[in-house]
């Protein structure tokens, strides 16, 4: 009903109690003035009465015409508070309207510039990794150059061994021809000059193993600082992300209860629903106020014609009945208007209390406010201590700079120290390699195109740089990105916070218009506070970010550094094996000259032209002394000047004629030598051939080593696996014995109990059901288990086969070996024997080692079988696991014998005897036990559950090690651990030698030298400049005159007697 039409009802119900007023004090006037009888005059003790009652209901009138008023003013009150409320929520509707399709928008720009971010993140990273490859290519093209220059020099070794064979080859000549010893001194000069040369080529090179060692031992230091200094920085990303993880916890704590705040503005929504019924229950109320209007009006009425019947009752006391029912009528029309008063006031009282309600709900908010307002500002200080980390984190960034720029100037002094060192090797080579022309262009075009390398890198640096930066506007754009993303969160946010602003104004409508503002301010600042610790965690987020980059940058120098300490230590390793290869063809030189000597005293008619060759040798020393002299100033202005290098190119190209002369004389020389060449040719093969067998014996050793190991171990687990089986066994026998024993007693209570052992069977369905469950698992892990120890039964099988096959292989080398070690003895047998006693020697050395290596052949074939036997213990680990397997099927059919008997226990549940059942106390403690039986019955099959479990990690790792035994059967190159084998044996050298006593290899292999060193392989291992064939000779010698005092007794006595003769002697 509209307020208009409900003011004019109240208006009409006024004018008629006006007009009832009015006729009423008509009546009272006209009753005064009219003259009175005795017999229609009323008694006054009755009229005043009567007036008195009309009194009272005119203060009643006015009591509800005032109670209507206040009614009315509070619906006004309210219809104008609704529709305030009304607008301010369709006003608030359009604001999130709004903002909702703003950040639509602003979210489907960002995913378009995202993507667009991403299609130029992959165009980037493929031209990265085209770059890349170039960088490889380069790389490669280096790595090739480097090879072709390590090809170059030792190309200009050869040269250089051929010129010092030349050399040695006319101290040869100046010795046998004794007319021309004023030449001897002169080449003596020459010997003492290449000697020193070599000398200081082997100080140099021990200098610069000494400088590279160092240098890798600074870089290595210094690696170990920056992964020091990683590992700090790693702990110190640990606890920033920790620190982020927590202010996410608290960004979480603060959203739930923002969330619980909303679901309490949910709560009082619905009682402002409440309210609203209540408010549309008032408007149906009033009807029946008009309904009581009217009904005043009627009573107005009944009062009008009330007087009009007093009026008649003064006329005649004969109409007194009627008026004292009228009065009976209107006191209840009363007391009806007093009970409706008293439920309007009823009303006013709920809605007071509903409204303290309110109050007091708005009061928590407040408190909320308060606490989110507190959290706030332990949030900023967490963030001052987060800004304070992150200054921390910035100095130990600039601390990290400073130590890259240590890094990277220590980086460029090694490598100008690498290239002086490479520059001063490079121009000593050319000192001893004066007339290699070709090697120096080889070495220029090197340059040049170490010099083009170096200006493509140059180029591609500033792209490279380039692409830096477009990384970093990258990395900055999706940062950006990130902070628009953070802001549509903000805005989502803002927007649940605008709806919660809406349904607390909602819930408060009697408090509106008083506490809006200040709520909407509190929310305002509460929501900046929030977009300010996005902002900061996003910041936060982009700093991690960065630092994760640096140390991406920082590890990519560590493994820069690596990478180069690799490169030194291939280059050290180079040097060493360029060492070794010239004190190889030292000595190969040595050997050819010894057998020259031997060829030039039984060649006298060539003393003539070899003292020629000896005159040109020495006039091409001298050119060679010039030729040197030309190429160390060459050297010295080529790190100086590109124009001095070409003017010593040209010298060099004109001493190629003298050389081109020389090396037709030297290849003169080799026709007359070419059998000392093809014989040191076929010792050099034999010495490859040994050297191939001895890396074979020593991977068979330590592969034999390697099986030996993995067996024991694989016997202590099959030792344990055992144990742990009879154990299960042991267990399950016991939990057998015991099931049986609580069946049986169980069989003898549950027929009493079926019942309460229901609840019991559907619990033992389940165990059952798992234990089977688990039971085939640890059936399929066994049968995996053993199929896998089949496959490397198998596989053993197979490399036992491998083996036999190899062995007997290298005994048909052995016999190979043996055949040309009967041929190269008959040869020596024709030729002189003193000349060739060295090489003799050395045959019978390496005849030993290849009888040594037969030996441990046989130890490889012994490893074989020790192979079959640890195939057929791998075998009786099957075994042991099928009996374990086995063992389990008797656990399950323990419990199928179980189930059975609950299955039966069931039976008697359907068919309960006739005796009476036990009491409820005997009942419950049965069912008590039968409770702990299962309990038990489920700890056990728990426990068997994990031993399946430990025998399955068992098998696992019995697997493991088979694999670790299988690479290192197949590994190629195994460890050097030691050397040869040492001979376990004697009588395996099946030797022809009729000086068998004195025999330094027999001695060996049978075991009757002891502690015995010879002299001869000391003096062997030893570098000798020239002259090493001589004292591997003598000591070689001296080592059979100690066997043969070993051997023999009696002359060890003799000699001991003619020493002390000698003293006694002496001392006369």
Same mark, same amino acid.
């Given at each position: 009903?509209?307020?208009?039409?409900?003011?004019?009802?109240?208006?009409?119900?006024?004018?008629?109690?006006?007009?009832?007023?009015?006729?009423?004090?008509?009546?009272?006037?006209?009753?005064?003035?009219?003259?009175?009888?005795?017999?229609?005059?009323?008694?006054?003790?009755?009229?005043?009465?009567?007036?008195?009652?009309?009194?009272?209901?005119?203060?009643?009138?006015?009591?509800?015409?005032?109670?209507?008023?206040?009614?009315?003013?509070?619906?006004?009150?309210?219809?104008?508070?609704?529709?305030?409320?009304?607008?301010?929520?369709?006003?608030?509707?359009?604001?999130?309207?709004?903002?909702?399709?703003?950040?639509?928008?602003?979210?489907?720009?960002?995913?378009?510039?995202?993507?667009?971010?991403?299609?130029?993140?992959?165009?980037?990273?493929?031209?990265?990794?085209?770059?890349?490859?170039?960088?490889?290519?380069?790389?490669?093209?280096?790595?090739?150059?480097?090879?072709?220059?390590?090809?170059?020099?030792?190309?200009?070794?050869?040269?250089?061994?051929?010129?010092?064979?030349?050399?040695?080859?006319?101290?040869?000549?100046?010795?046998?021809?004794?007319?021309?010893?004023?030449?001897?001194?002169?080449?003596?000069?020459?010997?003492?000059?290449?000697?020193?040369?070599?000398?200081?080529?082997?100080?140099?090179?021990?200098?610069?193993?000494?400088?590279?060692?160092?240098?890798?031992?600074?870089?290595?230091?210094?690696?170990?600082?920056?992964?020091?200094?990683?590992?700090?920085?790693?702990?110190?990303?640990?606890?920033?992300?920790?620190?982020?993880?927590?202010?996410?916890?608290?960004?979480?704590?603060?959203?739930?209860?923002?969330?619980?705040?909303?679901?309490?503005?949910?709560?009082?929504?619905?009682?402002?629903?409440?309210?609203?019924?209540?408010?549309?229950?008032?408007?149906?109320?009033?009807?029946?106020?008009?309904?009581?209007?009217?009904?005043?009006?009627?009573?107005?009425?009944?009062?009008?014609?009330?007087?009009?019947?007093?009026?008649?009752?003064?006329?005649?006391?004969?109409?007194?009945?009627?008026?004292?029912?009228?009065?009976?009528?209107?006191?209840?029309?009363?007391?009806?208007?007093?009970?409706?008063?008293?439920?309007?006031?009823?009303?006013?009282?709920?809605?007071?209390?509903?409204?303290?309600?309110?109050?007091?709900?708005?009061?928590?908010?407040?408190?909320?406010?308060?606490?989110?307002?507190?959290?706030?500002?332990?949030?900023?200080?967490?963030?001052?201590?987060?800004? &304070? =980390?992150?200054?921390?984190? %910035?100095?130990?960034?600039?601390? @990290?700079?400073?130590?890259? /720029? *240590? +890094? !990277?100037? $220590? #980086?460029?002094?090694?490598?100008?120290?690498?290239?002086?060192?490479?520059?001063?090797?490079?121009?000593?080579?050319?000192?001893?390699?004066?007339?290699?022309?070709?090697?120096?262009?080889?070495?220029?075009?090197?340059?040049?195109?170490?010099?083009?390398?170096?200006?493509?890198?140059?180029?591609?640096?500033?792209?490279?740089?380039?692409?830096?930066?477009?990384?970093?506007?990258?990395?900055?754009?999706?940062?950006?990105?990130?902070?628009?993303?953070?802001?549509?969160?903000?805005?989502?946010?803002?927007?649940?916070?605008?709806?919660?602003?809406?349904?607390?104004?909602? &819930? =408060?409508?009697?408090?509106? %218009?008083?506490?809006?503002?200040? @709520?909407?301010?509190?929310? /305002? *600042? +509460? !929501?900046? $506070? #929030?977009?300010?610790?996005?902002?900061?965690?996003?910041?936060?987020?982009?700093?991690?970010?960065?630092?994760?980059?640096?140390?991406?940058?920082?590890?990519?120098?560590?493994?820069?550094?690596?990478?180069?300490?690799?490169?030194?230590?291939?280059?050290?390793?180079?040097?060493?094996?360029?060492?070794?290869?010239?004190?190889?063809?030292?000595?190969?030189?040595?050997?050819?000259?010894?057998?020259?000597?031997?060829?030039?005293?039984?060649?006298?008619?060539?003393?003539?032209?070899?003292?020629?060759?000896?005159?040109?040798?020495?006039?091409?020393?001298?050119?060679?002394?010039?030729?040197?002299?030309?190429?160390?100033?060459?050297?010295?202005? @080529?790190?100086?000047?590109?124009?001095?290098?070409?003017?010593?190119?040209?010298?060099?190209?004109?001493?190629?004629?003298?050389?081109?002369?020389?090396?037709?004389?030297?290849?003169?020389?080799?026709?007359?030598?070419?059998?000392?060449?093809?014989?040191?040719?076929?010792?050099?093969?034999?010495?490859?051939?040994?050297?191939?067998?001895?890396?074979?014996?020593?991977?068979?050793?330590?592969?034999?080593?390697?099986?030996?190991?993995?067996?024991?171990?694989?016997?202590?687990?099959?030792?344990?696996?055992?144990?742990?089986?009879?154990?299960?066994?042991?267990?399950?026998?016991?939990?057998?014995?015991?099931?049986?024993?609580?069946?049986?007693?169980?069989?003898?209570?549950?027929?009493?109990?079926?019942?309460? @052992?229901?609840?019991?069977?559907?619990?033992?369905?389940?165990?059952?059901?798992?234990?089977?469950?688990?039971?085939?698992?640890?059936?399929?892990?066994?049968?995996?288990?053993?199929?896998?120890?089949?496959?490397?039964?198998?596989?053993?099988?197979?490399?036992?086969?491998?083996?036999?096959?190899?062995?007997?292989?290298?005994?048909?080398?052995?016999?190979?070996?043996?055949?040309?070690?009967?041929?190269?003895?008959?040869?020596?047998?024709?030729?002189?024997?003193?000349?060739?006693?060295?090489?003799?020697?050395?045959?019978?050395?390496?005849?030993?080692?290849?009888?040594?290596?037969?030996?441990?052949?046989?130890?490889?074939?012994?490893?074989?079988?020790?192979?079959?036997?640890?195939?057929?213990?791998?075998?009786?680990?099957?075994?042991?696991?099928?009996?374990?397997?086995?063992?389990?099927?008797?656990?399950?059919?323990?419990?199928?014998?179980?189930?059975?008997?609950?299955?039966?226990?069931?039976?008697?549940?359907?068919?309960?005897?006739?005796?009476?059942?036990?009491?409820?106390?005997?009942?419950?403690?049965?069912?008590?036990?039968?409770?702990?039986?299962?309990?038990?019955?489920?700890?056990?099959?728990?426990?068997?559950?994990?031993?399946?479990?430990?025998?399955?990690?068992?098998?696992?790792?019995?697997?493991?090690?088979?694999?670790?035994?299988?690479?290192?059967?197949?590994?190629?190159?195994?460890?050097?651990?030691?050397?040869?084998?040492?001979?376990?044996?004697?009588?395996?050298?099946?030797?022809?030698?009729?000086?068998?006593?004195?025999?330094?290899?027999?001695?060996?292999?049978?075991?009757?030298?002891?502690?015995?060193?010879?002299?001869?392989?000391?003096?062997?291992?030893?570098?000798?400049?020239?002259?090493?064939?001589?004292?591997?000779?003598?000591?070689?010698?001296?080592?059979?005159?100690?066997?043969?005092?070993?051997?023999?007794?009696?002359?060890?006595?003799?000699?001991?007697?003619?020493?002390?003769?000698?003293?006694?002697?002496?001392?006369?």
């Amino acid at each position: 009903m509209p307020p208009a039409s409900k003011e004019a009802a109240y208006r009409a119900g006024l004018q008629k109690l006006e007009e009832f007023k009015a006729k009423k004090a008509a009546g009272r006037r006209s009753s005064a003035g009219s003259p009175g009888s005795s017999n229609t005059a009323t008694p006054p003790s009755r009229a005043a009465r009567f007036e008195s009652e009309l009194e009272q209901l005119q203060k009643q009138l006015e009591e509800v015409e005032q109670s209507n008023e206040e009614l009315e003013d509070a619906n006004t009150q309210l219809e104008a508070r609704v529709l305030q409320a009304d607008r301010q929520r369709q006003e608030l509707q359009q604001r999130l309207d709004d903002s909702a399709s703003g950040s639509q928008a602003e979210v489907s720009q960002l995913r378009t510039e995202l993507q667009e971010q991403q299609d130029a993140n992959s165009s980037l990273t493929a031209q990265i990794q085209k770059l890349e490859s170039s960088c490889n290519t380069l790389k490669a093209s280096a790595v090739d150059a480097s090879e072709e220059r390590d090809e170059a020099l030792a190309s200009l070794d050869a040269r250089d061994e051929r010129i010092r064979l030349l050399q040695s080859q006319a101290e040869q000549a100046s010795r046998l021809e004794q007319q021309v010893q004023d030449k001897e001194a002169e080449l003596g000069e020459l010997q003492s000059t290449a000697q020193r040369l070599r000398l200081e080529l082997e100080a140099q090179l021990s200098s610069r193993d000494a400088q590279i060692s160092a240098v890798a031992s600074g870089r290595q230091q210094e690696l170990d600082r920056v992964q020091s200094d990683l590992r700090e920085r790693d702990a110190q990303m640990a606890a920033l992300a920790e620190s982020q993880g927590r202010m996410a916890q608290q960004y979480d704590a603060v959203s739930q209860e923002l969330q619980e705040a909303r679901q309490e503005v949910t709560r009082i929504l619905q009682e402002s629903e409440l309210k609203d019924t209540y408010i549309q229950d008032l408007e149906k109320m009033l009807p029946e106020l008009e309904s009581l209007g009217e009904k005043l009006a009627a009573e107005q009425e009944a009062k009008a014609a009330l007087e009009q019947q007093v009026a008649s009752l003064q006329a005649g006391q004969q109409d007194s009945a009627a008026s004292a029912t009228a009065q009976t009528q209107l006191q209840q029309e009363l007391e009806e208007l007093r009970a409706e008063n008293a439920n309007l006031y009823d009303a006013a009282a709920t809605s007071r209390q509903e409204k303290d309600v309110h109050l007091e709900n708005m009061q928590g908010l407040r408190d909320q406010l308060d606490s989110a307002r507190t959290q706030q500002e332990s949030l900023e200080g967490r963030l001052d201590s987060m800004v &304070q =980390a992150k200054a921390g984190t %910035e100095q130990q960034l600039l601390d @990290l700079q400073a130590l890259h /720029a *240590q +890094l !990277q100037e $220590q #980086l460029e002094t090694v490598d100008s120290e690498q290239a002086a060192v490479s520059q001063h090797l490079r121009g000593q080579l050319d000192d001893a390699q004066a007339g290699q022309a070709n090697a120096v262009a080889q070495a220029a075009t090197l340059q040049q195109d170490k010099e083009s390398m170096t200006a493509d890198l140059e180029k591609l640096l500033p792209q490279l740089e380039e692409l830096m930066r477009s990384n970093a506007e990258l990395e900055e754009r999706s940062s950006q990105l990130q902070n628009d993303s953070a802001a549509a969160g903000m805005a989502a946010a803002e927007r649940s916070a605008m709806q919660q602003q809406l349904d607390q104004q909602l &819930q =408060a409508v009697q408090q509106l %218009e008083a506490e809006i503002g200040p @709520l909407r301010q509190a929310n /305002a *600042q +509460l !929501q900046q $506070q #929030l977009q300010d610790v996005q902002q900061a965690s996003s910041g936060e987020l982009q700093r991690l970010q960065e630092m994760q980059a640096e140390r991406e940058s920082l590890q990519q120098q560590v493994e820069a550094l690596s990478f180069a300490q690799q490169e030194s230590a291939h280059e050290v390793q180079d040097l060493h094996r360029e060492r070794d290869h010239l004190q190889g063809q030292v000595a190969s030189l040595e050997a050819a000259r010894t057998a020259v000597e031997c060829q030039m005293s039984q060649q006298g008619d060539l003393a003539e032209r070899l003292a020629q060759q000896a005159e040109a040798a020495a006039v091409m020393e001298q050119q060679l002394d010039s030729s040197r002299a030309e190429s160390s100033q060459a050297a010295q202005t @080529l790190a100086r000047e590109q124009q001095e290098k070409e003017g010593y190119m040209r010298d060099l190209e004109e001493l190629i004629p003298q050389l081109e002369t020389t090396m037709r004389e030297k290849a003169e020389l080799e026709q007359e030598l070419a059998s000392a060449k093809r014989a040191a040719q076929a010792l050099e093969q034999q010495s490859a051939l040994h050297r191939e067998l001895e890396d074979a014996l020593m991977r068979t050793t330590s592969a034999q080593e390697a099986l030996q190991a993995d067996t024991a171990s694989l016997q202590a687990e099959n030792a344990r696996l055992e144990q742990a089986l009879q154990a299960a066994q042991r267990e399950a026998s016991q939990a057998q014995e015991a099931d049986r024993a609580q069946q049986a007693q169980q069989a003898q209570r549950w027929q009493q109990e079926a019942r309460q @052992l229901q609840e019991a069977l559907l619990l033992e369905q389940q165990h059952r059901a798992t234990a089977e469950s688990r039971a085939d698992e640890a059936a399929s892990g066994t049968a995996a288990a053993q199929a896998a120890v089949e496959q490397r039964a198998g596989h053993l099988q197979q490399q036992v086969h491998a083996l036999s096959a190899e062995a007997s292989a290298l005994r048909a080398e052995r016999g190979r070996l043996q055949e040309a070690n009967e041929v190269l003895r008959t040869q020596v047998q024709a030729s002189s024997a003193e000349a060739h006693q060295g090489e003799v020697q050395d045959l019978k050395a390496r005849l030993q080692q290849a009888e040594e290596r037969a030996e441990s052949l046989g130890d490889r074939v012994r490893g074989a079988d020790t192979l079959r036997l640890r195939m057929a213990d791998l075998e009786a680990a099957a075994a042991s696991t099928a009996q374990w397997q086995e063992a389990y099927q008797d656990l399950q059919r323990q419990l199928q014998g179980a189930q059975a008997q609950l299955r039966n226990h069931q039976a008697h549940h359907h068919h309960p005897p006739q005796s009476p059942g036990p009491s409820d106390a005997a009942v419950n403690a049965r069912l008590r036990e039968a409770q702990q039986h299962a309990a038990e019955h489920e700890r056990r099959a728990n426990a068997a559950q994990a031993q399946v479990q430990g025998l399955v990690a068992e098998l696992e790792s019995m697997r493991r090690r088979m694999a670790d035994l299988d690479a290192a059967s197949s590994s190629p190159h195994p460890t050097r651990v030691g050397g040869i084998a040492p001979a376990r044996s004697g009588a395996l050298t099946n030797k022809k030698n009729e000086d068998a006593d004195y025999d330094i290899e027999a001695v060996m292999l049978t075991g009757g030298g002891g502690g015995f060193v010879p002299l001869a392989g000391v003096m062997r291992g030893a570098v000798f400049p020239l002259c090493k064939g001589p004292f591997v000779g003598i000591a070689h010698q001296l080592d059979r005159v100690a066997i043969m005092l070993n051997q023999r007794a009696g002359l060890r006595a003799g000699v001991m007697l003619y020493v002390l003769l000698l003293h006694v002697l002496a001392i006369l």
